[in-house]
Protein backbone atom coordinates (compact mmCIF):
# COMPACT_ATOMS: atom_id res chain seq x y z
CA UNK A 1 0.00 0.00 0.00
CA UNK A 2 1.10 3.67 -0.92
CA UNK A 3 0.22 6.42 1.21
CA UNK A 4 -0.73 9.60 -0.72
CA UNK A 5 -2.57 11.36 1.69
CA UNK A 6 -2.94 11.49 5.43
CA UNK A 7 -5.08 14.31 7.36
CA UNK A 8 -5.88 14.98 10.43
CA UNK A 9 -9.73 14.66 11.43
CA UNK A 10 -10.80 15.09 15.08
CA UNK A 11 -9.28 14.88 18.54
CA UNK A 12 -11.74 13.95 21.38
CA UNK A 13 -12.80 12.05 24.18
CA UNK A 14 -15.92 11.06 23.58
CA UNK A 15 -16.82 8.11 21.05
CA UNK A 16 -19.69 9.81 20.22
CA UNK A 17 -18.25 12.42 19.05
CA UNK A 18 -15.76 10.04 16.80
CA UNK A 19 -16.39 10.54 13.05
CA UNK A 20 -18.96 8.11 11.47
CA UNK A 21 -18.00 4.71 11.43
CA UNK A 22 -18.58 4.50 8.15
CA UNK A 23 -14.72 3.61 7.24
CA UNK A 24 -12.27 1.08 8.06
CA UNK A 25 -10.26 1.85 11.41
CA UNK A 26 -6.87 1.04 12.74
CA UNK A 27 -5.85 2.35 16.04
CA UNK A 28 -2.52 2.40 17.69
CA UNK A 29 -1.77 1.86 21.69
CA UNK A 30 1.04 1.15 24.09
CA UNK A 31 2.43 1.89 27.19
CA UNK A 32 3.68 5.92 27.80
CA UNK A 33 7.04 6.31 25.54
CA UNK A 34 7.14 2.94 23.40
CA UNK A 35 7.38 5.07 20.38
CA UNK A 36 3.62 5.24 19.00
CA UNK A 37 3.81 8.71 17.85
CA UNK A 38 7.40 8.68 15.86
CA UNK A 39 5.80 5.04 14.47
CA UNK A 40 2.34 6.45 13.28
CA UNK A 41 4.65 9.54 11.22
CA UNK A 42 6.74 6.83 9.87
CA UNK A 43 3.85 4.52 8.53
CA UNK A 44 2.09 7.49 7.41
CA UNK A 45 5.38 9.42 5.71
CA UNK A 46 4.80 12.44 8.01
CA UNK A 47 6.84 13.13 10.31
CA UNK A 48 4.45 15.97 11.60
CA UNK A 49 1.16 13.81 11.75
CA UNK A 50 1.28 12.49 15.59
CA UNK A 51 2.82 14.87 18.22
CA UNK A 52 5.74 13.48 19.28
CA UNK A 53 7.11 14.07 23.14
CA UNK A 54 9.98 13.09 25.06
CA UNK A 55 7.28 13.52 28.12
CA UNK A 56 5.51 10.04 28.68
CA UNK A 57 1.60 10.58 28.68
CA UNK A 58 1.26 13.36 25.77
CA UNK A 59 -0.97 11.46 24.04
CA UNK A 60 -4.21 12.57 26.45
CA UNK A 61 -7.05 12.29 23.22
CA UNK A 62 -8.11 9.84 20.73
CA UNK A 63 -6.53 11.33 17.27
CA UNK A 64 -8.41 10.47 14.11
CA UNK A 65 -6.49 10.43 10.89
CA UNK A 66 -7.89 10.05 7.75
CA UNK A 67 -5.68 8.02 5.32
CA UNK A 68 -5.25 8.15 1.43
CA UNK A 69 -9.23 9.56 2.22
CA UNK A 70 -10.17 5.57 2.63
CA UNK A 71 -9.45 4.33 6.01
CA UNK A 72 -8.65 5.91 9.90
CA UNK A 73 -5.64 5.34 11.59
CA UNK A 74 -6.29 6.22 15.16
CA UNK A 75 -3.74 7.40 17.62
CA UNK A 76 -4.97 6.10 21.49
CA UNK A 77 -3.38 7.28 24.63
CA UNK A 78 -0.73 5.37 26.18
CA UNK A 79 -1.69 3.26 29.08
CA UNK A 80 0.38 3.10 32.14
CA UNK A 81 3.30 5.66 33.30
CA UNK A 82 1.70 9.09 32.93
CA UNK A 83 2.85 12.24 35.16
CA UNK A 84 -1.19 13.26 36.02
CA UNK A 85 -3.67 12.66 38.39
CA UNK A 86 -5.52 9.13 39.50
CA UNK A 87 -8.60 10.76 38.21
CA UNK A 88 -7.59 11.69 34.87
CA UNK A 89 -5.61 8.75 34.29
CA UNK A 90 -9.23 7.15 35.59
CA UNK A 91 -11.01 9.12 32.94
CA UNK A 92 -8.74 8.04 30.15
CA UNK A 93 -9.06 4.50 31.10
CA UNK A 94 -13.01 4.82 30.55
CA UNK A 95 -13.04 6.74 27.23
CA UNK A 96 -10.00 4.13 25.70
CA UNK A 97 -12.02 1.19 27.08
CA UNK A 98 -15.26 2.62 25.60
CA UNK A 99 -13.72 3.13 22.22
CA UNK A 100 -12.06 -0.62 22.36
CA UNK A 101 -15.46 -2.52 22.94
CA UNK A 102 -17.89 -0.23 20.93
CA UNK A 103 -16.10 1.35 18.28
CA UNK A 104 -17.89 -1.17 15.48
CA UNK A 105 -15.64 -0.15 12.63
CA UNK A 106 -12.23 -1.04 14.74
CA UNK A 107 -10.24 -3.77 12.57
CA UNK A 108 -7.57 -4.24 14.65
CA UNK A 109 -5.73 -2.61 17.65
CA UNK A 110 -1.61 -2.52 17.41
CA UNK A 111 -0.15 -3.19 20.86
CA UNK A 112 3.22 -1.55 20.63
CA UNK A 113 6.04 -3.14 22.78
CA UNK A 114 9.05 -2.05 23.31
CA UNK A 115 11.37 -5.33 21.81
CA UNK A 116 14.32 -3.64 24.20
CA UNK A 117 12.01 -4.79 28.03
CA UNK A 118 11.00 -7.99 29.36
CA UNK A 119 7.01 -9.11 28.70
CA UNK A 120 5.50 -6.15 31.48
CA UNK A 121 2.83 -7.31 33.48
CA UNK A 122 0.79 -4.54 31.96
CA UNK A 123 0.78 -5.20 28.65
CA UNK A 124 0.01 -8.99 29.24
CA UNK A 125 -2.75 -8.07 31.32
CA UNK A 126 -4.05 -5.56 28.92
CA UNK A 127 -4.04 -8.34 25.59
CA UNK A 128 -5.28 -10.71 27.90
CA UNK A 129 -8.18 -8.31 28.19
CA UNK A 130 -8.57 -8.15 24.38
CA UNK A 131 -8.86 -11.52 24.27
CA UNK A 132 -11.45 -11.98 26.61
CA UNK A 133 -13.13 -9.14 25.34
CA UNK A 134 -12.65 -10.38 21.39
CA UNK A 135 -11.08 -7.76 20.12
CA UNK A 136 -8.89 -8.28 17.30
CA UNK A 137 -5.09 -7.58 18.16
CA UNK A 138 -1.85 -7.94 16.87
CA UNK A 139 1.73 -6.70 18.47
CA UNK A 140 4.24 -4.14 16.97
CA UNK A 141 7.65 -4.70 18.19
CA UNK A 142 9.27 -1.17 18.10
CA UNK A 143 13.00 0.25 18.26
CA UNK A 144 14.34 -2.65 17.10
CA UNK A 145 17.47 -0.96 15.90
CA UNK A 146 18.47 -0.22 19.54
CA UNK A 147 19.13 -4.15 19.46
CA UNK A 148 21.37 -6.10 17.62
CA UNK A 149 19.73 -9.28 15.37
CA UNK A 150 20.85 -11.63 18.17
CA UNK A 151 19.53 -9.88 20.84
CA UNK A 152 16.32 -8.98 19.34
CA UNK A 153 15.98 -12.72 18.16
CA UNK A 154 16.48 -13.54 22.18
CA UNK A 155 13.90 -11.09 23.03
CA UNK A 156 11.39 -11.95 21.00
CA UNK A 157 11.91 -15.82 21.94
CA UNK A 158 11.51 -14.52 25.33
CA UNK A 159 8.10 -12.84 24.94
CA UNK A 160 6.65 -15.40 22.59
CA UNK A 161 7.39 -17.68 25.44
CA UNK A 162 5.71 -15.68 27.81
CA UNK A 163 2.78 -15.59 25.63
CA UNK A 164 2.00 -18.86 25.18
CA UNK A 165 1.74 -19.50 28.77
CA UNK A 166 -1.68 -17.88 28.11
CA UNK A 167 -2.20 -18.34 24.89
CA UNK A 168 -2.60 -21.02 22.12
CA UNK A 169 -0.65 -19.25 19.78
CA UNK A 170 1.22 -16.31 19.17
CA UNK A 171 -0.90 -13.33 17.94
CA UNK A 172 0.48 -12.21 14.35
CA UNK A 173 3.39 -9.39 15.34
CA UNK A 174 5.63 -7.06 13.51
CA UNK A 175 9.40 -5.93 14.28
CA UNK A 176 9.33 -2.60 13.54
CA UNK A 177 11.95 0.75 13.88
CA UNK A 178 10.27 4.24 13.24
CA UNK A 179 14.17 5.28 13.10
CA UNK A 180 15.70 2.66 11.41
CA UNK A 181 13.24 2.79 8.93
CA UNK A 182 11.95 -1.04 9.44
CA UNK A 183 8.38 -2.22 9.21
CA UNK A 184 6.70 0.11 7.66
CA UNK A 185 5.69 -2.15 4.40
CA UNK A 186 4.74 -5.06 6.17
CA UNK A 187 2.30 -2.89 8.77
CA UNK A 188 0.78 -1.48 5.68
CA UNK A 189 0.59 -4.81 3.51
CA UNK A 190 -1.51 -6.27 6.57
CA UNK A 191 -3.60 -2.95 6.75
CA UNK A 192 -4.47 -3.63 3.17
CA UNK A 193 -5.10 -7.10 3.04
CA UNK A 194 -7.92 -6.47 6.14
CA UNK A 195 -9.20 -3.52 3.99
CA UNK A 196 -9.94 -5.46 0.90
CA UNK A 197 -11.99 -8.55 3.13
CA UNK A 198 -13.78 -5.17 5.05
CA UNK A 199 -14.81 -3.56 1.47
CA UNK A 200 -16.02 -7.26 0.02
Known amino acids: MKINSAEFVISNTKLDLCPKPDKAEYAFIGRSNVGKSSLINYIVNNKNLAKTSGRPGKTQLINHFIINEEWYLVDLPGYGYAKTSKKNRAKWEQFISDYILQR ?95 QK
Do not use: C
Request: charged share 25%.
Open 104 to 198: ESLLNLFVLIDSRLPAQKIDLDFMEWLGEKGIPFSIVFTKIDKLSSTQLHKNLSAYKKEMLKFWEEMPIHFSTSASGKTGKETILNYIEAINQTY
